[in-house]
């Protein structure tokens, strides 16, 4: 947001107003298109979550679910708790969206308590994809590796991010 403050030489609550813009269309479009047949066969699927902002007062939790196949995220899901309730709605869509034949999730509960895939394994042996997206999501979004002020840590910013992030590069 910075870089972009200066080159343009505007105010950044007008860049996060540009980004909350254009986040609403993509999403808009990104609900016009449907999935393709075959994209809704996903052989394994990888699941993680991980804490995005560790700030005792406002942790954040960035869900991800990554096709291993096609090497791409299919959802994901910005919450402010680990609980099941919040995992949930990912696994409601994932369910509802793809024929999922194996997934597989470290060794975290929650996964086992719903079960979108035929097959589940939970092993940090097969997470390695998905652990490979958090770090991108780490290195191209400033938010998430510096501890500042200057970055807006509001849920709905941290879900426009993440989803021009993937939309973008994937």
């Given amino acids: ?26 999403k808009q479009k990104l609900n016009s298109i449907s999935i393709p047949e075959d994209a809704k066969q996903i052989s394994i699927l990888e699941l993680d979550e991980y804490l995005a902002i560790a700030k005792k007062s406002n942790r954040v939790y960035v869900w991800l679910a990554v096709d291993r196949d096609r090497n791409k995220v299919v959802d994901f899901e910005v919450t402010t708790s680990r609980e099941f309730s919040s995992y949930l709605p990912l696994a409601l869509r994932l369910e509802k969206n793809y024929q999922i034949s194996i997934s597989c999730s470290d060794h975290y509960d929650v996964y086992r308590k719903f079960n979108i895939a035929k097959k589940h394994y939970s092993t940090k042996a097969e997470t ?9 999501i ?4 400033a938010r998430f590796n510096r501890k500042t002020k200057r970055y807006s840590k509001a849920l709905d910013m941290i879900y426009n991010s993440i989803l021009m992030l993937f939309n973008k590069i994937y």
């Fill in 1 to 26: 947001i910075r870089s972009i403050e200066r080159l343009e030489n505007v105010s950044s609550p007008l860049i996060i107003k540009w980004i909350r813009r254009l986040s609403y269309i993509l």
């Fill in 138 to 141: 780490r290195h191209y979004l």
């Fill in 128 to 136: 390695s994809l998905v652990e490979s997206f958090n770090s991108l």
